[in-house]
């Protein structure tokens, strides 16, 4: 935090300036991390034993995140173990919507956090003892900031990014897209009612993070689903 005025950070920019009081920063954030990071360390060390494959889902709100989760679920549950860890602010809506199809799940509210934190994920998967071979998604906080910055112990990060956002979010918010394994362009079939350059939305991914992988598919209609669970199994058979 500035110890001038509590701007938060010396990269503060105002009208693409840096702010003047910018280069003075307490360490409050690297020991935040720090303390993250060995908790993720945990985390990652107790699904390897267990051969659990974590995937992190993070987007904005709206993108379709529990949707395609649900869908997922739905047409997975027959070959997959899988559990959930659902974290929101407040309510415990989406842990309801993905309990309703036979998967254990558990809510983690953060009141005014603005993503969840390693700590957070452990607790919650010493409460829902997964089975060894599991396959566990972590449905972050609506938020394409804070939760980039913060390793839970998965294995992949997963954004969602849906065509009614704009094609511009790669580049708006680099450090999530920067962090992402994989990049899902979701609601492709509205793509012919809304403006959205699919071209330079993928442009702009590759941009900030050359090596991102790019799935284009419809959780509510199905389309190219099924490039999205190809590539869940082939991180399995890894």
């Known amino acids: 935090m500035c110890l001038d005025c509590g701007c938060g950070s010396e990269q503060v920019q105002i009208d693409g300036q840096p702010h003047a009081c910018g280069r003075r920063r307490v360490s409050i954030e690297t020991d935040i991390l720090a303390a993250n990071n060995n908790h993720a360390a945990a985390n990652r060390k107790l699904l390897s034993e267990k051969n659990i494959l974590a995937l992190n889902l993070l987007s904005s709100p709206g993108s379709g995140k529990t949707s395609l989760l649900t869908r997922t679920i739905y047409d997975l549950k027959n070959t997959h173990e899988m559990i959930v860890i659902e974290g929101d602010q407040q309510t415990t809506n989406d842990a309801k919507r993905i309990r309703a199809t036979g998967v254990q799940a558990i809510q983690i509210n953060t009141g005014k956090g603005c993503h969840l934190d390693a700590h957070m994920v452990g607790h919650a998967l010493e409460k829902l003892q997964p089975q060894a071979g599991s396959l566990l998604f972590i449905e972050n906080v609506g938020n394409l900031v804070c939760p980039a910055g913060f390793d839970l112990g998965e294995g992949y990060k997963v954004v969602i990014l849906s065509v009614t956002e704009g094609e511009d979010k790669p580049i708006k918010y680099p450090d999530m897209f920067h962090a992402a ?13 809304v403006e959205f350059d699919l071209e330079r939305c993928i442009e702009y991914a590759r941009r900030v993070n050359p090596e991102i992988e790019i799935l284009q598919l419809s959780a509510t209609k199905g389309q190219g689903l099924g490039q999205w669970y190809d590539w869940i199994k082939t991180l399995e058979k890894a």
Do not use: E, Q, R, S
């Open 181 to 193: 394994d994989v990049m899902i362009i979701n609601k492709t079939d509205l793509l012919p009612y």
